[in-house]
């Protein structure tokens, strides 16, 4: 079971990103982390992009509801989706 971590504004966990597969897709968890994998290369934030738009997607919100708090320059990220309980986090992930 993936660790989050209730904010008061929404939840956080960490995320484990492999830029530059074959697809979007979730990869399970990873130490503690949910890993996941995007198409996107891991220039100019691109990755961090798409990122938050597959994970918006994944847990049905909007793109502005997902802020990555650390990590911007490496596979290992901290992500916060406002807006949201952990219920509705551990509902809505595969």
Known sequence: ML???EEKDGV???VRVQPRASKNQV?????????VRLTAPPV???????????????L???RGQVEIL???????KVVKIKGV???EVQKRLP
């Open 12 to 14: 956080s966990f960490k």
């Open 27 to 35: 990869a399970g968890i990873f130490e503690d982390a949910l890993r």
């Open 85 to 87: 309980s952990v219920s």
């Open 44 to 58: 100019d934030g691109e990755a961090n992009e798409a990122c938050r738009a597959f994970l918006a997607d994944l």
């Open 70 to 76: 650390s990590g911007l320059t490496g596979r290992n």
């Open 3 to 5: 660790p989050l971590k």
């Open 60 to 62: 049905s919100v909007g």
